[in-house]
């Protein structure tokens, strides 16, 4: 398995849904006391080249990180970005993870992403045992795997390519036929038509999948779907809970369609994923001794902040995080969602989004319906962000590291940005020693096009964009 990585390498990204903010603010929804963000202790498992770990590391200074992983290729090529980033918070290890021990210590927060459901079942013990040994007694674990029955069309195809490819061992020709199979399915028109409509959306996606990635998760020797229900089982016989979920919006039933089926928590999750036909989870779990009082979303917004990515459709319609669409019945709802849309990727607190409501009653209801349809998320950590322009401006040097080599850059809310072109070169001069007027001087000579007169003109607005990303630093 180890040789596969490190012959066909898995891009390692940023999942903020991993970020300790995420993990301690559905832990304080039920009732946790999860360590302070600033602060913790940190471990994942399946690191890959520590893309994740490297942006934790370098906004979360006062933190301990520690990654591992099986393969050391990935390793080494995350150990090169640690050493010229200098961040000597973060410890990269190749190892089995079964190695963990008492040793490694004690973590706030265990990570482990796309790894459960991709490994034998001892590996998937191993983990689980892992999980309960080294978390702390407020320490909270996450967990991601493929789920039934949303999963059954993509393990039909799966099982197709695994079996069109059985005896082809070349890695390239193993996507490239596996892709073929696929299509040989759908072009015969011989599935029912049922089949055909679903087993042809999921081709789309299989279709949409980067090799490396469909090389791992749909050609690898492991891959096991299950029911919530059975992890959870699973995870109780290591002695560990349920806590909720990493997309906290999941957690919810907003339109009250489990309300006279059962009032067991468990229950209206494995229920939920039966009527959503969920594919995927990002489960949370704790020791099973820490008792969990569950106190309810409203008795608590205003321990929280809030952010949310807004824009205001030709409808009237506002749309936020994940697509989700609101028509504002009242002007508050309105004022609130352009408050956060104004600020984001940055959170504003409920003090401070009180005078937008109008009062706080009418805020909890209007942030109440924001979480739960998932329109925005909630937060335990106020980033901290450079929002003005300064006269040498100076950008963040992991987002300049970072544009040497890519269009992605991870800003201050370990969030993803894609700059184009000009935006990459840009960042790269923005050390703190130029002055704007040296900034764009400097960019004119990099690019011909645009010319010195309209990166003048334009410098000003593309800087405080920046800003607004939470690209620049004081």
Same mark, same amino acid.
Request: proline share 5%; hydrophobic share 40%; aromatic share 8%.
């Given at each position: 398995?180890?040789? &596969?990585?490190?012959?066909?390498?898995?891009?390692?990204?940023?999942? /903020?849904?991993?970020?300790? +903010?995420?993990?301690?603010?559905?832990?304080?929804?039920?009732?946790?006391?999860?360590?302070?963000?600033?602060?913790?202790?940190?471990?994942?498992?399946?690191?890959?080249?520590?893309?994740?770990?490297?942006?934790?590391?370098?906004? %979360? !200074?006062?933190?301990?990180?520690?990654?591992?992983?099986?393969?050391?290729?990935?390793?080494?090529?995350?150990?090169?970005?640690?050493?010229?980033?200098?961040? +000597?918070?973060?410890?990269?290890?190749?190892?089995?993870?079964?190695?963990?021990?008492?040793?490694?210590?004690?973590?706030?927060?265990?990570?482990?992403?796309?790894?459960? &459901?991709?490994?034998?079942?001892?590996?998937?013990?191993?983990?689980?045992?892992?999980?309960?040994?080294?978390?702390?007694?407020?320490?909270?674990?996450?967990?991601?795997?493929?789920?039934?029955?949303?999963?059954?069309?993509?393990?039909?195809?799966?099982?197709?390519?695994?079996?069109?490819?059985?005896?082809?061992? +070349?890695?390239?020709?193993?996507?490239?036929?596996?892709?073929?199979?696929?299509?040989?399915?759908?072009?015969?028109?011989?599935?029912?038509?049922?089949?055909?409509?679903?087993?042809?959306?999921?081709?789309?996606?299989?279709?949409?999948?980067?090799?490396?990635?469909?090389?791992?998760?749909?050609?690898?020797?492991?891959?096991?779907?299950?029911?919530?229900? +059975?992890?959870?089982?699973?995870?109780?016989?290591?002695?560990?809970?349920?806590?909720?979920?990493?997309?906290?919006?999941?957690? /919810?039933?907003?339109?009250?369609?489990?309300?006279?089926?059962?009032?067991? %928590? %468990?229950?209206?999750?494995?229920?939920?994923?039966?009527?959503?036909?969920?594919?995927?989870?990002?489960?949370?779990?704790?020791?099973?001794?820490?008792?969990?009082?569950?106190?309810?979303?409203?008795?608590?917004?205003?321990?929280?902040?809030?952010?949310?990515?807004?824009?205001?459709?030709?409808?009237?319609?506002?749309?936020?995080?994940?697509?989700?669409?609101?028509?504002?019945?009242?002007?508050?709802?309105?004022?609130?969602?352009?408050?956060?849309?104004?600020?984001?990727?940055?959170?504003?607190? /409920?003090?401070?989004?009180?005078?937008?409501?109008?009062?706080?009653?009418?805020?909890?209801?209007?942030?109440?319906?924001?979480?739960?349809?998932? /329109?925005?998320?909630?937060?335990?950590?106020?980033? !901290?962000?450079?929002?003005?322009?300064?006269?040498?401006?100076?950008?963040?040097?992991?987002?300049?590291?970072?544009?040497?080599? &890519?269009?992605?850059?991870?800003?201050?809310?370990?969030? &993803?940005?894609?700059?184009?072109?000009?935006?990459?070169?840009?960042?790269?001069? %923005?050390?703190?020693?130029?002055?704007?007027?040296?900034?764009?001087?400097?960019?004119?000579?990099?690019?011909?096009?645009?010319?010195?007169?309209?990166?003048?003109?334009?410098?000003?607005?593309?800087?405080?964009?920046?800003?607004?990303?939470?690209?620049?630093?004081?």
């Amino acid at each position: 398995m180890v040789e &596969s990585y490190n012959d066909v390498p898995y891009h390692s990204k940023v999942h /903020f849904d991993m970020h300790p +903010d995420r993990l301690a603010a559905v832990g304080k929804v039920a009732g946790m006391e999860p360590a302070p963000v600033e602060q913790c202790r940190y471990l994942e498992i399946g690191c890959g080249t520590g893309a994740n770990l490297i942006g934790l590391a370098y906004y %979360l !200074p006062r933190a301990r990180f520690v990654g591992v992983d099986l393969a050391e290729n990935p390793i080494a090529e995350g150990e090169i970005a640690r050493r010229e980033l200098q961040l +000597d918070n973060l410890a990269l290890r190749a190892a089995d993870l079964r190695e963990i021990d008492a040793a490694w210590g004690e973590f706030d927060y265990i990570a482990a992403h796309g790894l459960y &459901s991709w490994v034998p079942a001892e590996v998937q013990k191993a983990l689980l045992r892992i999980c309960r040994e080294r978390l702390a007694p407020e320490g909270i674990a996450f967990i991601s795997y493929n789920t039934l029955p949303g999963r059954h069309a993509r393990q039909y195809l799966r099982d197709l390519m695994m079996f069109h490819t059985r005896a082809i061992e +070349d890695p390239a020709q193993r996507i490239l036929q596996a892709r073929a199979s696929v299509q040989l399915l759908l072009s015969k028109g011989r599935l029912p038509e049922p089949w055909q409509a679903l087993l042809s959306k999921e081709a789309e996606k299989v279709a949409a999948t980067p090799d490396n990635q469909l090389f791992h998760d749909d050609l690898g020797l492991s891959s096991e779907p299950l029911y919530f229900s +059975d992890f959870i089982a699973r995870a109780a016989a290591h002695e560990l809970q349920y806590v909720g979920e990493a997309d906290p919006f999941e957690m /919810f039933d907003p339109g009250g369609l489990l309300t006279d089926i059962s009032e067991e %928590l %468990l229950d209206r999750e494995q229920y939920m994923d039966f009527l959503k036909a969920r594919m995927f989870r990002q489960t949370l779990l704790c020791r099973a001794e820490r008792n969990l009082s569950r106190p309810s979303l409203e008795d608590c917004l205003d321990g929280f902040l809030y952010s949310a990515l807004t824009r205001t459709l030709d409808d009237g319609q506002i749309q936020g995080l994940r697509s989700i669409r609101i028509k504002p019945v009242h002007e508050a709802s309105r004022s609130v969602a352009a408050a956060l849309g104004e600020v984001y990727p940055q959170p504003l607190s /409920f003090a401070d989004l009180v005078p937008y409501a109008g009062g706080e009653a009418a805020l909890r209801d209007i942030l109440t319906g924001m979480v739960i349809s998932g /329109f925005a998320d909630f937060h335990v950590y106020d980033f !901290p962000c450079q929002e003005t322009v300064t006269d040498r401006p100076v950008a963040s040097r992991l987002a300049r590291y970072q544009a040497h080599e &890519s269009s992605m850059v991870v800003n201050a809310c370990c969030r &993803s940005v894609n700059l184009d072109e000009i935006g990459r070169q840009l960042i790269q001069l %923005l050390d703190g020693t130029r002055s704007h007027e040296k900034i764009a001087s400097d960019l004119a000579r990099m690019t011909t096009d645009p010319g010195i007169k309209q990166i003048r003109k334009h410098l000003s607005g593309s800087l405080e964009w920046m800003a607004r990303a939470a690209l620049l630093e004081a």
